[in-house]
């Protein structure tokens, strides 16, 4: 597998702290970069760790609160100023489009990239390529919010016994993976099934700024990963649910009721300098669950098992 990692640019919920920048998040999937809610701060917290904005190839508003959203003019920016070649797709709830439009064009600037805008107005596939689809589900927020998908297709890993077995190997191979069969001499149609083993695509999933719904179960649906935010304590469910946020509890049920992997929690008060609690609280529903600080990176892989919650093994931080 390719490098497939979540990068944690920011963890803090509606303004940063000494140790939290604002929201932030990048995934790598192969050959595509995908950047998640660029709060403030985002471009230097790109440079801490790691993050080119040549790597960028889309970019994610689950909604306009500015938390989520005030990184966007100079990643927009830096996009030019790095003489960024490829373009670059931005979605964003359809609802917040004059936002947008303010963003992209706070201050004076010479802009050369391409960004191809796509306002998110319907629940769906808004993205499909060759490797994989994304999907947006509307979320419950005090605005409107989206939540989005990375679903890979399903694939077949052929087995290489099997194929000595029947004499294939060379240009054949490539073209039974290509079309899913291959006719033989004996005029057998073989099909892939027959000398492979399917194999799940991977998957990953963001929920932000939300209470529990339907859209966050349609999300989190047997991901391999879910990213939800964690606001608050379940001893401050009744804030939370004024708020239209999660409890560490409320996000660790969404993932067991969807049969998702591994639960990253993120998004935390400002109220809450240590998240070991948090930990726990979500551990006791769903033991899969790690908590997210800046610079954490999380290798995004297939999750089959639960296991204990912990960081170790799972995770590292950026230096």
């Given at each position: 597998?390719?490098?497939?990692?979540?990068?944690?640019?920011?963890?803090?919920?509606?303004?940063?702290?000494?140790?939290?920048?604002?929201?932030?998040?990048?995934?790598?999937?192969?050959?595509?970069?995908?950047?998640?809610?660029?709060?403030?701060?985002?471009?230097?917290?790109?440079?801490?760790?790691?993050?080119?904005?040549?790597?960028?190839?889309?970019?994610?508003?689950?909604?306009?609160?500015?938390?989520?959203?005030?990184?966007?003019?100079?990643?927009?920016?830096?996009?030019?100023?790095?003489?960024?070649?490829?373009?670059?797709?931005?979605?964003?709830?359809?609802?917040?489009?004059e936002y947008v439009?303010?963003?992209?064009?706070?201050?004076?600037?010479?802009?050369?990239?391409?960004?191809?805008?796509?306002?998110?107005?319907?629940?769906?596939?808004?993205?499909?390529?060759?490797?994989?689809?994304?999907?947006?589900?509307?979320?419950?927020?005090?605005?409107?919010?989206?939540?989005?998908?990375?679903?890979?297709?399903?694939?077949?890993?052929?087995?290489?016994?099997?194929?000595?077995?029947?004499?294939?190997?060379?240009?054949?191979?490539?073209?039974?993976?290509?079309?899913?069969?291959?006719?033989?001499?004996?005029?057998?149609?073989?099909?892939?099934?027959?000398?492979?083993?399917?194999?799940?695509?991977?998957?990953?999933?963001?929920?932000?700024?939300?209470?529990?719904?339907?859209?966050?179960?349609?999300l989190a649906a047997?991901?391999?990963?879910?990213?939800?935010?964690?606001?608050?304590?379940?001893?401050?469910?009744?804030?939370?649910?004024?708020?239209?946020?999660?409890?560490?509890?409320?996000?660790?049920?969404?993932?067991r009721e969807a049969?998702?992997?591994?639960?990253?929690?993120?998004?935390?008060?400002?109220?809450?300098?240590?998240?070991?609690?948090?930990?726990?609280?979500?551990?006791?529903?769903?033991?899969?669950?790690?908590?997210?600080?800046?610079?954490?990176?999380?290798?995004?892989?297939?999750?089959?098992?639960?296991?204990?919650?912990?960081?170790?093994?799972?995770?590292?931080?950026?230096?």
């Open positions: 597998m390719s490098d497939r990692l979540l990068i944690a640019l920011g963890t803090s919920s509606q303004v940063p702290t000494r140790e939290r920048n604002h929201n932030g998040y990048f995934v790598r999937w192969d050959d595509a970069g995908l950047l998640f809610d660029p709060g403030e701060g985002t471009q230097r917290q790109m440079t801490h760790f790691g993050v080119a904005a040549s790597d960028i190839t889309a970019i994610f508003l689950t909604h306009l609160h500015g938390d989520h959203c005030l990184g966007l003019p100079g990643v927009i920016q830096r996009l030019s100023l790095d003489g960024v070649a490829h373009p670059v797709d931005l979605y964003y709830p359809a609802s917040g489009a439009q303010r963003l992209r064009r706070a201050s004076i600037f010479t802009e050369t990239a391409v960004i191809r805008e796509h306002p998110v107005d319907a629940p769906g596939v808004i993205c499909e390529t060759a490797r994989f689809r994304i999907e947006a589900h509307p979320l419950d927020h005090t605005v409107e919010s989206w939540g989005y998908r990375l679903v890979e297709p399903d694939t077949v890993a052929l087995l290489p016994e099997k194929l000595e077995a029947l004499g294939l190997r060379g240009p054949v191979v490539g073209q039974l993976k290509r079309q899913g069969f291959l006719d033989l001499p004996n005029g057998h149609r073989l099909q892939v099934a027959e000398v492979g083993r399917a194999k799940r695509g991977g998957s990953f999933a963001l929920v932000m700024d939300s209470r529990p719904c339907a859209g966050a179960l349609a047997g991901v391999d990963t879910l990213l939800c935010e964690a606001t608050f304590l379940e001893s401050e469910a009744a804030e939370a649910e004024r708020y239209g946020h999660m409890t560490a509890r409320q996000a660790a049920t969404v993932a049969g998702a992997g591994l639960l990253v929690l993120t998004h935390f008060s400002r109220r809450y300098r240590q998240t070991e609690t948090f930990v726990q609280e979500a551990a006791a529903v769903h033991p899969n669950v790690i908590a997210l600080s800046d610079g954490m990176t999380v290798p995004l892989r297939h999750t089959v098992h639960p296991v204990r919650s912990g960081v170790a093994n799972v995770v590292r931080q950026r230096s």
